[in-house]
């Protein structure tokens, strides 16, 4: 029915020869190949021949001929009549996936930030016009080498400084690229991703870890404008909270004053399990500046912290202000290092699984990010000082008389919320200002 003709110096050339409809002969040059490859274009040729001959449906294996042929065979075999024209497919560039993995994902707005801060890096170096089929595994790693170099920024004077992306926030990027790419391969956009076995790095960041002790945050408190100042800080301090996230949404009515629990409710871990809502203690350090201010809050007042509801509000800057104030030395990440001192505190004291349950988050991630390693563990292991060095191994004296549940309190409480010791509904509300903590993927 047909079969392989060869030209060309030493017959390298090839070329399947067969008669059309009207029995006139034909050519179908196939190029340069070998005589194994020429045979299998014939088979699938021949069944295209077939299927037009016969009037039927081609046979699989003339399918899948026509689907791997590049498009001059092709455009050939559509000019004899044997098959229907491709349709083109749309190129899909790294904008068009951008955009279509933004609008799919279903996240808090601060990942969706942090999702933002990685696209804008991928498309800065690779280009939003870039085919993703043109991004090979040495593009991605162009890009990750790009995010990795030190680059110039203007510092606080306007003067051009040298900065460079801390490992841990490279390190999450290249996550949230990876996850982006998984996302092109499920949608059908790319077989494989360029980026599968880069290897991200660690997101926990060591340099930028301390521990806030007692004595500054006592000059810090001192130095607050009012209650609700107060309350930020202790809560941080001595509950281990995420600020704002997890403090703007306490109510009076999470309060438990007899037991001296807090009932948390956490927008950062609400989709994993057991994780949503929790219950942690109030230290004696924060009792009495709850107290405080429940003792001044409006009748019928029901949040904590009103101040926090405002999204205008510039947590940092102020908190900066009364850091100065106070003549206390910033420390870097204010209200992270905070929580991680609570939880350094903690592990002193307790097991670490039922601190793990205070932070809302597993011990493996607390020992990640949140645990510090202090001087003064290594003076006690080195017989230099004694348990007593360490404020946290202090035994907390009880409660004072003016700090326990009394009618008063229960009375007050009840007139606030209705209440004496309830839990308001979760809410689903985003918080108005994004949050401080590090931002989690919704890969």
């Not at 001959?53 to 075999?77: C, K």
């Not at 880069?198 to 301390?210: C, H, I, L, T, V």
């Not at 600020?243 to 629990?261: A, H, K, M, Y």
Request: glycine fraction near 8%.
């Amino acid at each position: 029915m047909a079969s392989i003709g060869s030209e060309g110096k030493n017959g390298e050339l090839k070329r399947i020869i067969f008669r059309d409809a009207a029995g006139k002969q034909q050519s179908l040059r196939l190029g340069k190949c070998r005589d194994r490859a020429a045979e299998n274009a014939l088979a699938g040729f021949e069944r295209v021949l077939e299927a037009r001959r016969l009037g039927t449906s081609i046979h699989p294996d003339g399918v899948r001929w026509l689907e791997r042929v590049d498009d001059r065979i092709y455009a050939r075999v559509v000019a004899f009549g044997l098959a229907e024209p491709r349709h083109t497919k749309a190129v899909v560039t790294l904008g068009m996936l951008v955009e279509r993995f933004t609008d799919a994902a279903t996240v808090k707005a601060s990942t969706r930030a942090a999702y933002k801060q990685t696209t804008d890096s991928l498309i800065a170096v690779l280009g939003s016009a870039t085919p993703l089929i043109d991004i090979t595994p040495a593009r991605a790693d162009q890009w990750r080498r790009a995010i990795a170099e030190p680059r110039k920024v203007k510092g606080a004077d306007g003067k051009e400084v040298e900065s460079r992306l801390a490992p841990a926030t490279q390190a999450k990027r290249t996550i949230i690229a990876k996850g982006i790419f998984r996302k092109a391969v499920r949608w059908g956009l790319l077989s494989t991703s360029p980026l599968d076995g880069m290897r991200a790095g660690s997101q926990s960041n060591p340099d930028r870890a301390f521990y806030v002790g007692q004595e500054p945050i006592r000059a810090i408190l001192a130095a607050c404008p009012d209650d609700q100042w107060r309350a930020i800080v202790s809560l941080s301090r001595f509950a281990g909270l995420r600020c704002p996230s997890e403090i703007v949404l306490l109510r009076w009515g999470d309060v438990n004053w007899e037991r001296g629990r807090l009932t948390v409710r956490s927008p950062k871990t609400a989709g994993h399990d057991a994780h949503a809502v929790r219950v942690v203690p109030i230290a004696p350090e924060l009792r009495p500046i709850l107290q405080d201010l429940f003792d001044h809050a409006e009748p019928g007042a029901e949040m904590i912290v009103p101040r926090l509801s405002d999204p205008t509000t510039n947590l940092r800057t102020t908190f900066e202000r009364i850091i100065a104030k106070a003549g206390v030395k910033p420390w870097p990440r204010l209200f992270h290092n905070m929580r991680a001192s609570c939880a350094t505190d903690w592990v002193e004291r307790f097991p670490a699984h039922v601190v793990a349950g205070w932070l809302g988050h597993s011990p493996l991630i607390a020992a990640r990010h949140y645990l510090q390693t202090r001087d003064t563990h290594f003076d006690m292991a080195a017989g230099l000082g004694e348990a007593a060095a360490i404020p946290a191994t202090h035994a907390h004296p009880s409660d004072t008389k003016e700090n326990q549940a009394t009618p008063r309190n229960r009375e007050k409480q009840a007139d606030l919320v209705g209440v004496g010791a309830g839990c308001d509904p979760v809410e689903n509300e985003e918080v108005g200002a994004t949050g401080l903590e590090p931002v989690t993927s919704a890969m």
